[in-house]
């Protein structure tokens, strides 16, 4: 995704393209965000591994501060409440409907605590060198609707979605509203798809 948005950015003359091979290849690898985001834009992220960085001690306090969040939500919360989720998921048909409920509420916060915490570690791992990735949560369980989840649950996803799929597509169209919900639909497909290559995902973003 953060090649694909670099190639359409300069093709779009939004940035001009990078000289230095070395600083090109840090941006599409750099480590902190490289398995699961945020999904940098080359904009945001080049410039800051182009210069020379001097670390602060600021930095290097907010960095352990989120990097110790982020285990906490990982460790402590997430990886318990799998303990129990997985128990519960093993043998639905033996559990009694409220265990079942009780055990989906549960699901909902593990991935959440369980992504937001890789989130936190990442930021703040980039955060020692200096570094501000984008950041990626923003309270997606407190909303009144799924458009604004969507727009606080992995934002970087979202938006890259929205500004390189949704909106070159025609985007939200008053004078034709099939074409808007055509657009809606193939985005979340798409979404659902970028979590996993199974029909339940297809499902998941045909339902969101």
């Avoid at 409907?97 to 991935?111: D, M």
Wanted: proline fraction near 5%; charged fraction near 15%; aromatic fraction near 18%.
């Amino acid at each position: 995704f953060q090649s694909l948005s670099y190639t359409i950015d300069v093709y779009r003359n939004k940035i001009t393209p990078v000289e230095d091979f070395i600083h090109f290849a840090l941006y599409v690898s750099f480590f902190p965000q490289l398995v699961a985001g945020p999904i940098e834009r080359a904009g945001h992220l080049l410039p800051q591994l182009s210069e020379k960085k001097r670390v602060y001690i600021g930095d290097m306090d907010e960095g352990f501060q989120r990097i110790i969040i982020g285990l906490f939500k990982k460790l402590v919360l997430a990886d318990h409440l799998a303990l129990m989720v997985n128990e519960v998921y093993a043998q639905p048909s033996g559990q009694s409907g409220l265990v079942l409920l009780i055990a989906t509420f549960a699901f909902t916060f593990q991935i959440y605590m369980d992504f937001s915490g890789y989130t936190d570690i990442a930021l703040g791992s980039a955060r020692l060198m200096g570094v501000r990735l984008s950041p990626n949560f923003d309270w997606p369980y407190i909303v009144r609707n799924p458009a604004e989840f969507w727009s606080r649950w992995h934002m970087t996803l979202t938006s890259w979605f929205r500004d390189y799929v949704y909106r070159p597509l025609g985007g939200t169209s008053r004078s034709r509203p099939f074409k808007t919900f055509f657009n809606q639909m193939l985005l979340m497909v798409l979404i659902g798809l970028w979590h996993g290559a199974n029909w339940s995902f297809v499902f998941f973003g045909l339902l969101s």
